[in-house]
């Protein structure tokens, strides 16, 4: 059972966020020009909070998204319900329409006014190398061949495909030709091991697997083909691998089973008929990792994200015809999925994506990627903004960054710190932060501002229009302003998870169960999150509802000593454990990297106890201060708590080959 922030949260002297006085207003203009606030105008809606409420309400969400899923997305055939709930948890939305997201990200565009404007800006990692600019024009023949390509061996509607590649135009080509045939996408991180995509190739009965011969790393070309190869021998259902040739390294192809890209589309016609499918056809699959056991295969329909995602990203990053949108997630990842493929291409905008590392050749890349292409909106995460902090605003400060014009971040809380060196050294001190709290489950960011909204520096605001975002306690009443609870879902939306690929239970469990027989509150979906709203209503995320830690009868979240810590001058990054304690339950230890040009000491790790005790109260403030080179994190930049305090409890850290830096483990001290 998981276990909850309960009453003693309220007794603590806690938190940094709820301290948060700095505002910052969005400028006029922005304001004025924005994508929502011509909608509100047209709407007649006077206040920000006015229209957010009214989208999200009982009497009114169902209109809002109806007119939402007409404006975004052709319709094949008209849908005749916008949700249909008589299955919760397993909701329905879109019924009785028909559609084709491919047809809407690409098709539309290709043969209307867009032909010629560019989808994608690839960058190559290595230097030498060209950029691409690939069209609408250039995707559509490109997956069309590629969807003829599947089709002629076989692959067809209902059928599940493994894409196991690097940050090249070849992979979302690949996701779009599936989804144009109604083949169901399982994308794989290319930076997991053999095993990470056998589990999941396996799990989901994959016939196939895409990948390429081998891909740049730092300047470097690595095999990544002999991975899917070992993977295909632990999955049965694995019938071929498609191999993109990318980086020329010798590749061994088994005959009959092993097929090279060029020659799957030699000959092949650039039309492909789209194959039109019920909204709640499964788009993708896509494995999240939690924090311990097996993968999780969430499924993902295609009606609900064809229309939340495009939506979203129109609203929150207020995207016009001449941006230039940077989301410099990988496509492995959810963000990728519908920030970098579905939403950018359904509202017909211009992309960068770049393969490579962003310290290659030097920590100025993605600074020079941005003078470069005249960036106007970058999105990223937190980590990558605390990477940069700590090599120093003198790689942005070399660069023209003049085109940014807004900012995003995702992925954990962003400690207020990170917040202001964000929006001083890479917002020229001007640019708004849109803080989008969300996750692969939901599809869609179900918090953030929108650029109409005033900002408090680590809070991802308020729920978005459309989505009803509470906080809850344990007995499923709403909490009051000023405090916390568990963050929920009070109503489905089209993007949400449709279910576990192949395990009922589970996702009963994990996300329904909670609160289903608390009276009014069945079909609440329990994100696994912690939060507080302040006194204004502002929400703040407090890391997940496990990643607790409990000191003298105090629950503490392991995240908020963590930011306390960061935020001290020479700290770049922390990771907070409990340590078995006979007296206070648990007692606080931290693991530290420091920023560039300071030196590990015991006057330094007594000066860190000393600021968090300041910050947060002497209950808060760690025992130890351990000084490491790294932190062993997961592929989208998350600290691996469970990992550092396995290690230093001297307890077996588990599978950690799906690690960013497995290596980085053998650092962690032992502290029993
Ligand atoms: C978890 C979901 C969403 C795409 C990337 C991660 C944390 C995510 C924020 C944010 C605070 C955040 C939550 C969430 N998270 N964004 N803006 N503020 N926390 O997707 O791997 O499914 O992780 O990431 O804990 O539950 P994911």
Known sequence: MLKLAGKEDKKLKTTVFQDETRIFNPPKELVEKSIVMQWMKKKGFKTEKEMRAWCSSDEHYLEFWDEMAKTYVDWHKTYTKVMDDSEMPYFHWFTGGEINITYNAVDRHAKG???????YIWIPEPTDQPVQKITYGDLYKEVNKFANGLKSLGLKKGDRVSIYMPMIPQLPIAMLACAKLGVIHSVVFSGFSSKGLMDRAADCGSRAIITVDGFYRRGKPVPLKPNADEAAGGAPSVEKIIVYKRAGVDVSMKEGRDVWWHDLVKGQSEECEPVWVDPEHRLYILYTSG?????????????????????TLHWVFDLKDDDVWWCTADIGWVTGHSYIVYAPLILGM????????????????????????KVTVLYTAPTAVRMFMKQGAEWPDKYDLSSLRLLGSVGEP????????????????ELQIMDTWWQTETGTF???????????????????PGYDISILDEEGNEVPLGSGGNIVALKPYPSMLRAFWGDKERFMKEYWQFYWDVPGR????????????????????????????????????????????????????????????EVKGESIVAFVILRVGNEPSPELAKDAIAFVRKTLGPVAAPTEVHFVNDLPKTRSGKIMRRVVKARALGNPVGDISTLMNPEAVDGIPKIV
């Open 350 to 373: 211009t992309s960068l994506m770049y393969e490579g590392a962003a310290d290659y050749p030097d920590f100025g890349r993605w600074w020079k990627n941005i003078q470069d292409h």
């Open 414 to 429: 962003i400690n207020p710190e990170a917040w202001m060196w964000y929006r001083e050294h890479i917002g020229r001190g």
């Open 446 to 464: 179900l918090n953030s501002p929108l650029p109409i909204t005033p900002l408090k520096p680590g809070s991802c605001t308020f729920p978005l």
């Open 113 to 119: 006014a867009k032909k010629d404007k560019v989808a």
């Open 522 to 581: 069945r079909g609440v979906y329990l994100a696994g999150d912690k939060a507080q709203r302040d006194k204004d209503g502002y929400f703040f995320i407090q890391g997940r509802i496990d990643d607790v830690l409990s000191v003298a009868g105090h629950r503490i979240a392991n995240a908020e000593v963590e930011s306390a810590l960061v935020a001290h001058p020479k700290i770049a990054e922390a990771a907070v454990v409990g340590k078995p304690d």
């Open 291 to 311: 924090t311990t056991g097996k993968p999780k295969g969430i499924e993902h329909a295609t009606g609900g994200n064809a229309v939340g995602p495009a939506q």
